[in-house]
T-cell receptor
Framework: NAGVTQTPKFQVLKTGQSMTLQCAQDMNHNSMYWYRQDPGMGLRLIYYSASEGTTDKGEVPNGYNVSRLNKREFSLRLESAAPSQTSVYFC??????????????FGPGTRLTVL | AQTVTQSQPEMSVQEAETVTLSCTYDTSESNYYLFWYKQPPSRQMILVIRQEAYKQQNATENRFSVNFQKAAKSFSLKISDSQLGDTAMYFCAFMKLQTAGSYQLTFGKGTKLSVIP
């Protein structure tokens, strides 16, 4: 099993450009998440999808949009990238968000630089 | 909102020795979960250990164990027989059981552990 996969691994954008980060999981999990990690900080939740067909904001949602394409896939879109969005982005999945089965499994991350 | 504090930004330990990483949290909840995640230089986040607040028994996973003090809101990680592969950032995280639409998993800022040969 691949677990949680993310594409791309690295990306450089210019200010104002748009892009979509892709995430897929093969563990039949219901819930998926997008985090960002900045230097000296822990992970901060951007958006999550508790189940297919639902999405909700996390701690830092401004400047991002998400789509839960199906049970396996959850994408993160930056419509107009800003230097403040330079970060490492992690996707994660878990069985059911906020329950006793909620142990998250993470993808390898995407390092995004916005110039 | 919950807060998670890791007071040791960096630590080092000799190979084969034991080290303890500290974590404290602030919450008014009584039912929650605590986690330790490891992030090696590869950046992959890996679950090390998980503790349910309602369980008095401390969780253990091979060389990793926790000291969970609910009244003190403390959740430390002990690594025994340290190995070079334990070199990584370690993050403590807190999660409370919530209804849909209000999910929150809060991470500390991490402790960088170096295992010295």
């Amino acid at each position: 099993n691949a677990g949680v996969t993310q594409t791309p691994k690295f990306q450089v954008l210019k200010t104002g450009q748009s892009m979509t980060l892709q995430c897929a999981q093969d563990m039949n999990h219901n819930s998926m998440y997008w985090y960002r990690q900045d230097p000296g900080m822990g992970l901060r939740l951007i958006y999550y999808s508790a189940s297919e067909g639902t999405t909700d904001k996390g701690e830092v949602p401004n400047g991002y949009n998400v789509s839960r394409l199906n049970k396996r896939e959850f994408s993160l879109r930056l419509e107009s990238a800003a230097p403040s969005q330079t970060s490492v982005y992690f996707c994660a999945s878990s069985s059911i968000a906020g329950t006793s089965t909620d142990t998250q499994y993470f993808g390898p991350g995407t390092r995004l630089t916005v110039l | 909102a919950q807060t998670v504090t890791q007071s040791q930004p960096e630590m080092s330990v000799q190979e084969a020795e034991t080290v303890t990483l500290s974590c404290t949290y602030d919450t008014s909840e009584s039912n929650y979960y605590l986690f330790w995640y490891k992030q090696p230089p590869s950046r992959q986040m890996i679950l090390v250990i998980r503790q349910e607040a309602y369980k008095q028994q401390n969780a253990t996973e091979n060389r990793f164990s926790v000291n969970f003090q609910k009244a003190a809101k403390s959740f430390s990680l002990k690594i025994s027989d340290s190995q070079l592969g334990d070199t990584a950032m370690y993050f403590c995280a807190f999660m409370k059981l919530q209804t849909a639409g209000s999910y929150q998993l809060t991470f500390g800022k991490g402790t960088k552990l170096s295992v010295i040969p």
